[in-house]
């Protein structure tokens, strides 16, 4: 790919930001397993979630064999047609084999499914533009682990369309990828395994910016064996830019709302099933209304 084939769209907070015009064709993605459901063993099996009645199938964008799953790096996503984001990612993490790797700072369309069913441009941009930033559903380090070079490909897999969603620029910072590595921190053995899907809640009533609606809200599922019990666990949040949209101002962690929620609560908002993780939540059984608010990564609620 030459230099005419990549536009500099936007510089912010996260410095110069690239969009390749030209998709990257579907054999570049060769040998890509995805999100692995036996990442913790045949008897603690975590398959991806199920898409309920309230999911509209045509809305869901399909690769050429019919199925939904773009598989990347040691994730997958799947992609929202009409909103041109992901639906939701899911994503392998082995703390253990983790690999600091540099930033990949240009972003991709996939091939694999329709350059129109994906967006790089319209609410991203400047800050003092009050533009977006692209943010990650799949961190960008989340995925990178294992040899060097597995680890470099799956830093470049994080920067494609199907795994970004127009967020308040600081959004994707701080607390939420600490969330995540306490729990590594909290997952049982060596390993330090877990896995996690992300995604935005996409309603009707999202406010319109830039012609595009913006999602108020994002949800993480997070499932591992826990260090307390040696069962396999699920602990769900949510988090919320909504401040931010009424007003044009977020000013720290607290205006995002952040809250562990049970994963009932999750699957009622989004219409996904995460039939594996039936009964395995920290908070099953609880009032589908209660909420933990988290103001440090240290308020979440563990396995007993």
Request: charged fraction near 25%.
């Amino acid at each position: 790919m030459s230099d005419t084939d990549i536009q500099v769209v936007s510089s912010s907070w996260a410095g110069i930001q690239r969009v390749a015009a030209i998709p990257k064709p579907p054999e570049f993605f060769k040998g890509r397993k995805g999100y692995e459901p036996g990442f913790f063993g045949d008897d603690n099996r975590v398959e991806l979630p199920s898409m309920g009645d309230a999911i509209d199938r045509d809305d869901i964008a399909t690769l050429d064999d019919g199925s939904v799953e773009l598989k990347y790096q040691h994730f997958s996503t799947v992609q929202c047609i009409s909103r041109r984001v992901p639906l939701y990612s899911a994503c392998n993490i082995d703390g253990s084999k983790s690999k600091n790797v540099p930033r990949h700072d240009t972003w991709n369309y996939d091939g694999r499914i329709k350059k129109e069913y994906q967006m790089l441009r319209e609410a991203y941009g400047p800050g003092q533009e009050q533009k977006f930033s692209r943010g990650h559903m799949t961190r960008r380090q989340d995925p990178n682990w294992g040899s060097l070079a597995t680890a470099q490909r799956a830093n470049i897999d994080t920067f494609f369309a199907t795994n970004a969603c127009p967020q308040w620029q600081p959004f994707n910072d701080g607390l939420w990828g600490d969330l995540e590595d306490y729990i590594l921190g909290n997952a049982q053995g060596d390993d330090k395994r877990i896995s996690v899907f992300t995604g935005p809640i996409l309603r009707s009533d999202d406010p319109e910016r830039f012609g595009i609606r913006i999602p108020r809200d994002f949800w993480k599922v997070v499932a591992f064996i826990s260090e307390a019990t040696g069962e396999l666990s699920a602990i769900a949040y949510l988090m919320s830019q909504g401040t931010y949209l009424d007003s044009g101002v977020a000013r720290d962690l607290e205006d995002f709302g952040t809250s562990q929620r049970p994963l009932a609560f999750v699957e009622a908002e989004t219409g996904l099933s995460f039939e594996s993780l039936d009964g395995r939540d920290v908070l099953d059984g609880v009032d589908l209304a209660f909420v933990q608010p988290i103001r440090r990564f240290t308020d979440t609620k563990l396995p007993a």
